[in-house]
């Protein structure tokens, strides 16, 4: 297997205010293309992991980080918070604190990130107008940012981190503030990035969401990595009810199925595998 664009080796934090350590010798592979869903109950570091990935911990937030944190075999600590935004884009789970607030149109404020890095105006004005027509937002481009709906206001906010094209994204909970059609919009988006390749962290508590679109979950609990393996592997195995964490809704229908009335051949973790285990 090829050399992993992020990796955390033997890894621990703990906040300069915490009484203890979020999680220790934590050991994490990402390989280019991947798209890996962390998930674990509240607290188990989720978003510590997210921070230290992004170079956020310890550039912006105080603490004790111990291991290593590579980006293609160097050391994240080490880099710039203006080089890692460049290659890593972050998506935060509140949209309300990534818009700049000083922009008077959407499409200005998806070039924000791009006068940042000093862009020039002709490539800037291209890198825009392809991520809206991309995202289908359009109808947003001539709109004030604070007039827009949370969900709206998150596809503004992902469309300024792609108009960077980082080649790794980093989504922290981009749905926790959206009602139904407004996470369904998110995800769609997100199924774009998927067929573009990006490598994906997300992390996300839409187990079903999750198990429809990653590749391979990862499951915090005990300051450690409990599972890490493929979607469908981690998802058909009861034993990730015991951490906290839900299984998607036909995997416990299967399971339950499997104990109470025939032993299943697989445990379905989405709705088409469901369709097909029990139509018979």
Do not use: W
Not at 227 to 256: C, M, R
């Amino acid at each position: 297997m090829s050399k992993p664009v992020l990796e955390l080796k033997n890894v621990g934090f703990k906040y300069i205010i915490g009484k203890e350590k979020v999680f220790e010798d934590i050991s994490l592979q990402i390989h280019k293309g991947e798209f890996v869903s962390i998930v674990g109950k509240n607290g188990s570091g989720k978003t510590t992991i997210c921070n230290i990935l992004r170079g956020f911990i310890p550039h912006l937030e105080s603490g004790t980080l111990t291991g290593e944190v590579l980006l293609n075999g160097e050391s994240i600590p080490k880099m710039s918070l203006g080089h890692l935004a460049e290659e890593i884009g972050y998506i935060f789970q509140n949209p309300f604190i990534q818009n700049s607030g000083i922009k008077e149109t959407v499409f200005e404020e998806i070039g924000f990130g791009l006068e940042n890095l000093g862009v020039p105006r002709a490539e800037m004005i291209k890198r825009i107008e392809d991520i809206i027509k991309l995202l289908k937002i359009e109808d947003l481009q001539d709109k004030h940012p604070a007039e827009l709906s949370g969900g709206q206001r998150q596809r503004v906010a992902i469309a300024s981190i792609l108009a960077m094209d980082p080649d790794i994204l980093i989504i922290d909970e981009p749905t926790s503030q959206l009602d139904p059609k407004g996470t369904e919009e998110i995800f769609e988006i997100i199924k774009l990035l998927k067929e573009e390749k990006k490598t994906i962290i997300l992390v996300e508590h839409k187990i079903d969401l999750v198990a429809e679109y990653s590749d391979r979950v990862v499951l915090l609990g005990d300051k450690k990595i409990i599972f890490d393996g493929p979607t469908k592997e981690i998802f058909s195995n009861e034993e990730v009810l015991h951490y906290g964490t839900n299984l998607p809704q036909v995997a416990k229908l299967g399971i339950k199925y499997s104990k109470e009335v025939e032993k299943l051949e697989k445990i379905p973790t989405v709705l088409s595998e469901a369709v097909e285990v029990f139509k018979g």
